[in-house]
T-cell receptor, first 114, second 110 residues
Framework: EAGVTQSPTHLIKTRGQQATLRCSPI?????VYWYQQALGLGLQFLLW???????NRGNFPPRFSGRQFPNYSSELNVNALELEDSALYLC?????????????FGEGSWLTVV | DAKTTQPTSMDCAEGRAANLPCNHS???????VYWYRQIHSQGPQYIIH???NNETNEMASLIITEDRKSSTLILPHATLRDTAVYYC???????????FGAGTTVTVRA
């Protein structure tokens, strides 16, 4: 069974551009989570999608946005890129929302802003 | 706002058991204890979780004290590939997210 898959693995963008990162959850999972891990820092919660709706977001500016598609895959968009957006972006998924349901992570997408 | 305390780092000899402690003295009855690990530059890998009882799976064992204020993750036979940052996370039943702290950097030495 495939795990959480993310694409692209690496992405290089110029400051001011937009980046789009994609995530396919584990089959049967309806919740998708996005986290940011800047170099040397901890994982910071970004966004949570469930059943196509944004359920909650972390302390990030509105230029971080995303959506979840009917097949439960998701994309994260980062507009007006800044140098400090350079980070590992992790997508995770879980089954029907309950904290007893394990959250599984993908391998991440490295975004470098130059 | 991590609710757990873990040692910053620890070393372990290859082939020996690695015992990773975690304090969560303010845990409440509806909070799970989760363990993840992150090998350098990879996504966090789920290890195990528990509510009250001790748990065991193919990767590790989780021992939770009777008062639930602390727990220990046991890797029975550590290998070099177990070198990683290990995160102990307390997750409320009604919480949708995982709050990661700094974790414990475990280095397995040959």
């Amino acid at each position: 069974e495939a795990g959480v898959t993310q694409s692209p693995t690496h992405l290089i963008k110029t400051r001011g551009q937009q980046a789009t990162l994609r995530c396919s959850p584990i089959s049967g999972h309806t919740s998708v989570y996005w986290y940011q891990q800047a170099l040397g820092l901890g994982l910071q919660f970004l966004l949570w999608y469930d059943e196509g709706e944004e359920r909650n977001r972390g302390n990030f500016p509105p230029r971080f946005s995303g959506r979840q598609f009917p097949n439960y895959s998701s994309e994260l968009n980062v507009n007006a890129l800044e140098l400090e957006d350079s980070a590992l972006y992790l997508c995770a998924s879980s089954g029907i929302y309950h904290s007893g349901n394990t959250i599984y992570f993908g391998e991440g997408s490295w975004l470098t802003v130059v | 706002d991590a609710k757990t305390t873990q040692p910053t780092s620890m070393d372990c000899a290859e082939g020996r058991a690695a015992n990773l402690p975690c304090n969560h003295s303010t845990i409440s009855g509806n909070e799970y204890v989760y363990w993840y690990r992150q090998i350098h530059s990879q996504g966090p890998q789920y290890i195990i979780h528990g509510l009250k009882n001790n748990e065991t799976n193919e990767m590790a064992s989780l021992i939770i004290t009777e008062d639930r204020k602390s727990s220990t993750l046991i890797l029975p036979h550590a290998t070099l590939r177990d070198t990683a940052v290990y995160y102990c996370i307390v997750r409320p039943i009604n919480d949708y997210k995982l709050s990661f702290g700094a974790g414990t950097t475990v280095t397995v030495r040959a």
